[in-house]
Structure formats: structure tokens, C-alpha cells
């Protein structure tokens, strides 16, 4: 049965103060538990209702750690979903070691993105996309605010990050850094390299002065209507887009 | 002064319910308030702050509607947000006309789209690449609801919408419909004609069978990594960018 210290525990897992003093966080949800099993987290604690149980059997024998049979109702209690009547998950923070870019890899690097929906769907698209380094600034979100986690479904277990000053990550790598900003290059007439480091802005400041210098390329996704400028996360996902689109056709062409 | 029916007016617009009763909806902050001032909607009611009003004296002016200097607390206590130290407005929601796609132009076609979130930000998308006619199936997420209209960031007021039984609109049309699938033809690889209409589904159904049948051409955002998927704000993006693209390189070639 579920002590009063571990209710208390996992509750205590919302706040970004005590993941960090308990080196944990938690994950819910049948899709993100069973992405979690199935990684190289360190998972503490597994609960599921019997419905989860009768679903993943195989996964829950595997496991080693402790396991709870709840109801859906302290589930919800629990986490943040307004509904799971899944499974909640509680692993280890990795530790925040250094990731070096390969000189023929992308990463991306973000300067103060705060919103943890924007991080979520930022980690979801850097997955879709083939890119699974994210260097985050120390003044971005928490990757493992529950509201990251959600919003990444389930990629925060395929993506490596690290969080850094990002002045000084930039300034000792050897890729080109392509910056988006609202006055640089269209990105439809950019000749991208074969790697580099794809920086995106905080949500209201855009990139900061002291990083702007370190852009070898201002890019810009040119705009039809209206809108004075577009979502970060989204933004992101466009410049992936053109980024992996320019190698994919490149490989179709004949010799 | 503000009189207690008003207070309660405004508070009841929270509510899809009240929002149809009264004909009105309600937006906020300083961005939002201003871009729907100089918009042709209807504005019945302008709340706004002393630090608000120094600002935009002109546009207050102008407006001959009922208006309100107020505190913050105020404003934050009739809104949705928790900061809000600039404006608040009631407008009366426009009627539903049947929007009409000319054969030389792109719309966007929503399948229950039920995240007010993700609809706020296609519709700032969409207003980025100059497509401003989006026809929502009946079950979409209400477009006057507080969450769409501050996602949106003032595009809301740029972009024509039309709620509609989705079969009966796409059967009617002559436009080509190109529906966002998991397995469907790469984008880019995809010859667009010069006009259509793209076609997102629900964020966990897709695209519902019923109008399957009714698209022309499947399209799918390839995939270089694992994620399951993409959010469908995001796939809206990028699929928008690509149709743009064509068109925006097609015009730049030499004769």
C-alpha cells in the first residue's frame, strides 16, 4: 500500500525545489509511463490501475522498482491530468552533463524559451525531426515540469539536453549557428550546411543581444498575411522542416 | 462606473453558453484589445487601465462605444488572465456566413479540432501565411473562447471563419482537398496546385472517415526521427509553409 511519505513525496514532485532536492520528477499517463518504462530512465515508483495492468502486463513484470495498484481517483489526486486512469511514474533526473555536437549533427539551442507547453512541443518536434540535442539556457523551463513532459508525449525519453550558459556553449563550437529572427534570410533561399546549432529566442524577447553575436546566419520564415510574428515552438518546427528538407532532396537527386 | 449587471455580463462570457446568449464575447491584454479596436468587429465595451489609456488616447477616442478606466485587479478578476495591467473588451460575435474559397486562393478545413489552444494558434498560423478563411466542423473548439482568442495573438481578428457540417461544405466545393494523414504522399514531393483547401483532423482521431473519402490527395510531413507525431498546430505550420514555398519559388524562377 501507498505510505502517507510516499503521497506526500510524489506530491511534492509538482514543484521544481523539490525535483531538484529529491533528484526526481514524475511522468503520467499510459503513453508517457510506458515510454518511460521502456527508456533508460531510472524509474523509482510505478502506479496503474488495473486497467493499465491487464494492458502492459509484460512491461510491469520487467519492472523492478515499486509498484502500486491504485484507482484512477489517486492518480488523478496525485499528478496533474485532470484525467488518467492509466499509470504515474516516478525516475530520476539525469544528471546535466555536457553534449557535444558531432560535426555532421543538428542541435538545437534555446535562449530562454519559459513556457513549459512551448518546451513540451519544441522536445515532440525535435524528435520528429531527427534531432536529439537540445541545449537549453539556464533561465529556460524545466524540462521535467509535468507540463513539458505532456506536452513532449513521450519524446523527453529519446531527447538528450543540457543546460548551460549558452554564451559560452555557442562560443566554443565549431557549428555555424543559425539564428531565427524577423529580419534575416528566407529561409527558402537558404543554402543550410550539412550540421549546425539552430537557435530559437525567449517567447516575447526574441535572442538576446549577447547571443546574436555568436549567429553566423539570421534566418527568417518568410510571412504572407499578417501576424506580427509566430509561436516559438511553431517556428521551430518550420525551420526543421526547411533544414531536413533541403538534405532529403538533395539525396533524391540523380548523380 | 462599472455597474454589478456589467461585471456579471462580462463574467458570464467565460462561458460558451453565455457567449451564444448574448451575441458578445470578451478579449484581453493590450496587444489584443488594440488589434480588435481597429478591426470591424462591433466593440461594446472598452475596460482599460490608467497606463493603458495614456498610451493609446487616440484609439480610445476614436471608440464609441461604453468605456471604463479601471484598475488592474479589475481587469484580472473579469478575464482569463492572471496578469493583465492594459485593457478588456466586449465585441458582439460575428454571424456564421458561409465563406466562399475563390478558385485562385488556400483555406484551411478543420475535423473537431478540439483544443482551443491549438485553434488560437492555427489561427495566428494561418494569418502568417496569408490564408484567412478557415471553416470549422461543428464540434471545433469555439473559436470566441477566451484560450483561442489569446493564442491566436490578434490574428483572430484578421481571419474569417465559418462553422459548417465539413462533409457537406468539401462535397460542394470544387477546390482540391489535401488532408494531413500518417501515411500519405511526402510533402515535399507534392506538386500543389495553385488553390485548395487543407484539411487537418482531430488531435487523436485524424481526419474522420466520413471525410476521408472526400480528399483528393493525402499528404504527410515525412519523419526522420520517432516521434509518433506532431501536434496539429505545428503540422498545420508546416504544411502551410510547404504550399507557400512552392508558389513563393515557383514565382522567383527565370522564364
Same mark, same amino acid.
Given at each position: 500500500?501507498?505510505?502517507? #511519505? *510516499?503521497?506526500?513525496?510524489?506530491?511534492?514532485?509538482?514543484?521544481?525545489?523539490? %525535483?531538484?532536492?529529491?533528484?526526481?520528477?514524475?511522468?503520467?499517463?499510459?503513453?508517457?509511463?510506458?515510454?518511460?518504462?521502456?527508456?533508460?530512465?531510472?524509474?523509482?515508483?510505478?502506479?496503474? *490501475? &488495473?486497467?493499465?495492468?491487464?494492458?502492459?502486463?509484460?512491461?510491469?513484470?520487467?519492472?523492478?522498482?515499486?509498484?502500486?495498484?491504485?484507482?484512477?481517483?489517486?492518480?488523478? !489526486? @496525485?499528478?496533474?491530468?485532470?484525467?488518467? $486512469?492509466?499509470?504515474?511514474?516516478?525516475?530520476?533526473? +539525469?544528471?546535466?552533463? /555536457?553534449?557535444?555536437?558531432?560535426?555532421?549533427?543538428?542541435?538545437?539551442?534555446?535562449?530562454?524559451? +519559459? =513556457?513549459?507547453?512551448?518546451?513540451?512541443?519544441?522536445?515532440?518536434?525535435? =524528435?520528429? /525531426?531527427?534531432?536529439?540535442?537540445?541545449?537549453? !539556457?539556464?533561465?529556460?523551463? $524545466?524540462?521535467?515540469?509535468?507540463?513539458?513532459?505532456?506536452?513532449?508525449?513521450?519524446?523527453?525519453?529519446?531527447?538528450?539536453?543540457? /543546460?548551460? $550558459?549558452?554564451?559560452?556553449? @555557442?562560443?566554443?563550437?565549431?557549428? &555555424?549557428? /543559425?539564428?531565427?529572427?524577423?529580419?534575416?534570410?528566407?529561409?527558402?533561399?537558404? #543554402?543550410?550546411?550539412?550540421?549546425?546549432?539552430?537557435?530559437?529566442?525567449?517567447?516575447?524577447?526574441?535572442?538576446?543581444?549577447?547571443?546574436?553575436?555568436?549567429?553566423?546566419?539570421?534566418?527568417?520564415? &518568410?510571412?504572407?498575411?499578417?501576424?506580427?510574428? @509566430?509561436?516559438?515552438?511553431?517556428?521551430?518546427?518550420?525551420?526543421? $522542416?526547411?533544414? %531536413?528538407?533541403?538534405?532529403?532532396?538533395?539525396?533524391?537527386?540523380?548523380?
Amino acid at each position: 500500500m501507498l505510505s502517507k #511519505n *510516499t503521497l506526500k513525496f510524489i506530491k511534492s514532485l509538482h514543484q521544481k525545489k523539490f %525535483r531538484k532536492q529529491e533528484n526526481a520528477f514524475f511522468v503520467e499517463g499510459g503513453k508517457n509511463v510506458t515510454e518511460l518504462l521502456t527508456s533508460n530512465f531510472q524509474v523509482s515508483h510505478l502506479l496503474f *490501475t &488495473p486497467k493499465f495492468a491487464e494492458e502492459n502486463q509484460a512491461i510491469i513484470n520487467k519492472f523492478n522498482g515499486e509498484t502500486f495498484e491504485v484507482n484512477q481517483k489517486t492518480l488523478e !489526486s @496525485l499528478g496533474s491530468f485532470q484525467t488518467n $486512469d492509466a499509470a504515474l511514474a516516478v525516475a530520476a533526473i +539525469r544528471s546535466n552533463e /555536457y553534449i557535444e555536437l558531432g560535426s555532421n549533427e543538428w542541435g538545437i539551442a534555446l535562449d530562454d524559451v +519559459r =513556457d513549459p507547453g512551448n518546451l513540451g512541443t519544441i522536445i515532440r518536434v525535435s =524528435d520528429w /525531426y531527427g534531432i536529439n540535442k537540445i541545449i537549453l !539556457s539556464l533561465e529556460s523551463a $524545466d524540462y521535467y515540469n509535468p507540463k513539458v513532459l505532456h506536452a513532449s508525449m513521450g519524446s523527453f525519453t529519446r531527447v538528450n539536453i543540457f /543546460y548551460t $550558459d549558452l554564451k559560452h556553449y @555557442l562560443t566554443s563550437s565549431n557549428l &555555424p549557428v /543559425y539564428g531565427a529572427f524577423l529580419e534575416g534570410e528566407n529561409i527558402y533561399q537558404q #543554402n543550410f550546411e550539412e550540421s549546425g546549432i539552430i537557435l530559437m529566442g525567449n517567447e516575447s524577447k526574441g535572442i538576446s543581444p549577447d547571443l546574436e553575436m555568436l549567429v553566423k546566419q539570421k534566418i527568417t520564415i &518568410p510571412r504572407f498575411g499578417e501576424a506580427e510574428s @509566430l509561436n516559438v515552438a511553431v517556428a521551430t518546427a518550420v525551420i526543421c $522542416d526547411n533544414v %531536413r528538407r533541403r538534405s532529403f532532396l538533395n539525396s533524391q537527386k540523380p548523380l
